[in-house]
């Protein structure tokens, strides 16, 4: 029998046993046994097919028919296959296929160096997750995650377009280079859109994840006030925890605009931003017509017990954020501009704070600023004194402050307090509690040296009951129902002093004297669900609570004027009437007690999964009239979107021809807001203000969207008053474009977010 005979009979005995024939590398002699050989490359090549032919003096291996080439985690299929050893080189034709984990590369023919993992795809087609597809007449496979195309086309809306249909926007190119999650860098490239060329550029980079380096789309808009609008992002992705948003703003009857926006991740557990705006007003009333605002975030936590938190907000003009319709509404609203900056240590029975904070008013009436810098607090938690069943905590602070209308100082405050609970029942417990409160001033109200000082004593007793009663239902998803009943009672005494020396900063500086007996009622319904896993959880149906004071010793007293412009209609812990006020010119006014306070009631009910409502009525039960009302409703409607609404109202003016109470501060006003979703990738999201008070329209602010799983539009109309009751009204509209990478239509509040930042 000839050596060449014998040989081919072992190669095919040797592929009967293992299923697949090995291949021998360039590195290999021909003096090697054959089984070594097949033993040392059974690893690198198997290979699956109708019918094999091994050539062993060329060192080739062909297959035909069904051909299966499994290299470590890469399949080769093809009709038929010529595997060069000596090149190491596999040259595939006929339906090739190469599949890389989730990725997949087709054509009509392919030349593939196997141990590089590069080669030569014909007529070929690519598929990369999520969204990622390509074709060219050439593909060159030059690496793991880099392509290079000949003729190419590039797009994310296959995975929401399938063939034989067209899709909404492509990219081709004479050359390209498609580096995976990264980029695709095209040359002499055209973009199009539903099969018609929109643009063509000798260079386009098209990022195909989010975060790449590059111009953003622009957005463009036109509004009564700031003429026509163009806007134009760069965003520059700095590394893999940091980025830079940079946008430049051109409107035509303003003036210019320069933003940065920065993005940061220090580490798992620190993350912060920082925005910054240069605006040219041609408008402005002032002779200075640059404005600028910083608004920063910063969220570090050290350990579990050492966190840093900053929240910054600085603006040059009090009104520069309401001239503008694109800043987002909160802002333009906002009456201060707060910035706080806290470092917080807890232990397991106290906690240390340090506290800068500076506070703006940004009213156009009001020119007043306040500032800690900074305040040291030392809490005590609740802890038993001694192991005796009296409990000690204490609230320690010392600070320096500043306010335009209050010579500038230091104030030390110390409150440390005993209590002792007492359970009387198992339903019922008793707390008694005594405090003394020390607080020194390195100055008077007046301004004069020497310090003041002022010592306060608190006692209180609380009785609390607890009655519940449980129904069992046993429906399909209701087991059963509790109902909880829980009354409270409170006495509260502080003794009255003479506080008219004391410089008046913030809440600390007038605790309003105390002889009052507080009381409450809280109805609870709960709902034991079923889960479908068997659980059981814990559902609140609907809670409803009474709160009211009654003063047991009402008389005219001295309040200081920060004190009364902070009453609510739905305090309970002081209530005067406000009507009988006297200022007596130096921060302080007479004003008349009341004996009864507001009822209040405060309402949370969620019946139905899809609707909840919670609202807060304060009832004045000496004069028969609501003075306050807090109410907000939400109703979803499962995959049409949502509907909510709030309504505040504090009363004012005359009732009954009696001045009725805060009519410094009377409102009436409604905040609604929706999603909806009529049809498939089409949202509308709105949100309005109304002043029912004067029957206007504060605010209408409307975005809608239309997206697929490779791009976004939207336009955005606002009208809105700039400063109600002083300037006029103004209409706005932008339109804006985006182009998705995540392979997934943008959700329907992707459209929300206009409405609340840029």
């Keep these: 029998m000839p050596r060449r005979l014998l040989g081919r009979l072992l190669i095919l005995l040797a592929l009967s046993f293992f299923y697949s024939i090995p291949v021998v590398s360039a590195q290999e002699t021909g003096t090697r046994d054959l089984l070594n050989q097949i033993k040392e490359l059974k690893s690198i090549v198997r290979i699956e097919a109708d019918e094999l032919e091994r050539r062993e003096r060329d060192k080739l291996t062909i297959a035909r028919g069904d051909v299966r080439i499994q290299m470590e985690n890469r399949v080769l299929y093809a009709d038929e296959i010529e595997l060069d050893q000596v090149q190491e080189v596999v040259r595939a034709r006929g339906r090739v296929q190469l599949i890389e984990g989730a990725k997949r590369l087709d054509g009509d023919r392919f030349d593939y160096q196997y141990r590089e993992n590069t080669g030569v795809m014909y007529q070929a087609r690519g598929t990369i997750p999520p969204a990622t597809v390509f074709q060219g007449v050439e593909i060159h496979k030059e690496g793991e995650r880099t392509y290079r195309l000949v003729d190419g086309r590039f797009t994310t809306c296959r995975i929401c377009q399938p063939e034989p249909g067209g899709v909404d926007v492509e990219v081709r190119a004479k050359e390209a280079v498609l580096e995976q999650d990264e980029y ?66 051109y409107r035509t009857k303003r003036g210019v605009e320069g933003e940065a926006n920065y993005r940061y991740i220090l580490g798992p557990e620190a993350v912060g931003s920082i925005d910054v705006r240069v605006i040219q007003d041609l408008k402005s009333t002032t002779q200075d017509k640059i404005k600028t605002t910083v608004t920063a975030r910063h969220d570090q936590q050290f350990n579990p017990e050492l966190s840093l938190k900053a929240d910054v907000n600085y603006v040059s003009d009090r009104i520069i954020q309401r001239e503008f319709a694109e800043t987002p509404s909160e802002l333009r609203t906002a009456n201060l501009a707060s910035s706080r900056v806290f470092m917080t240590q807890l232990w397991q ?8 904070e500076d506070t703006k008013a940004l009213t156009a009436t009001s020119d007043s600023r306040f500032r800690r810098l900074p305040e040291l607090s030392l809490s005590a938690f609740p802890q038993r004194l001694f192991g005796s069943p009296v409990f000690f905590e204490m609230d320690a602070s010392g600070t320096y402050l500043e306010r335009n209308d209050v010579p500038d100082g230091g104030r030390a405050d110390l409150f440390p307090k005993l209590s002792a609970p007492w359970r009387l029942f198992p339903w019922m417990t008793m707390t008694p509690s005594v405090g003394v ?137 002081q209530a005067v009437r406000e009507e009988s006020a006297r200022p007596l010119g130096n921060g302080f006014s007479l004003a008349q007690e009341r004996r009864l306070s507001n009822l209040v009631a405060a309402v949370r009910a969620s019946p139905f999964r899809y609707l909840a409502f919670q609202g807060i009525a304060a009832i004045n039960t000496e004069s028969d009239r609501v003075d306050g009302i807090e ?115 943008a959700p329907p509040e992707r459209g929300a977010r206009e409405l609340t930042r840029r």
Aim: with cysteine.
């Design 437 to 573: 409160r020390e607080t020194a001033y390195t100055k008077r109200g007046d301004g004069g040296e020497g310090g003041v000082t002022r010592e306060l004593f608190e006692a209180r007793n609380s009785l609390e009951a607890r009655f519940y009663r449980s129904f069992q239902v046993g429906g399909e998803r209701v087991d059963r129902l509790v109902h909880l009943v829980e009354p409270r009672v409170n006495y509260w005494y502080i003794n009255p002093i003479d506080q008219q020396e004391l410089p008046q900063f913030d809440r600390v500086d007038f605790i309003s004297p105390q002889n009052r007996v507080m009381y409450s009622l809280t109805n609870r319904l709960l709902a034991k669900i079923k889960e479908t896993d068997g659980s059981v959880r814990t559902h609140e149906v609907a809670s409803l609570s009474l709160s009211q004071s009654l003063n047991l010793n009402p008389r005219e007293r001295t309040f200081s004027d920060l004190f009364l412009s902070a009453l609510t209609p739905e305090r309970i812990d």
């Design 631 to 745: 109410a907000g409703v939400r109703f979803t409607y499962p995959e049409y979107g949502w509907v909510e609404m709030a309504h505040s109202f504090i009363r004012g003016g005359e009732t009954a021809g009696l001045l009725g109470p805060f009519q410094d501060r009377e409102t009436s006003g409604v905040v609604s807001r929706f999603l909806f979703t009529p049809i498939k990738n089409l949202a509308i999201n709105y949100l309005g203000r109304y002043d029912s008070l004067n029957d206007r329209s504060l605010e209408n602010n409307v975005v809608v969207t239309y997206g697929t799983c490779c791009w976004l539009m939207g336009i955005q109309y606002v009208n809105r008053e700039v400063i109600p009751g002083v300037r006029g009204s103004e209409d706005s509209i932008s339109f804006f474009f985006e182009l998705l990478t995540g392979g997934a239509p």
């Design 349 to 356: 029975n106290y906690g240390l704070q340090l506290l800068v």
């Design 184 to 249: 695709f860098d095209a040359r002499w490239a055209s973009f199009w859109v539903r099969g018609v060329p929109s643009l063509v550029s000798p260079y386009l980079i098209y990022p195909i994840r989010e975060r790449r380096t590059g111009f953003l789309l622009p957005r463009i808009g036109y509004s009564d006030l700031s003429g026509y609008t163009y806007t134009q992002p760069f965003f520059w992705a700095i590394s893999e925890s940091q980025d830079l948003t940079l946008s430049g703003v």
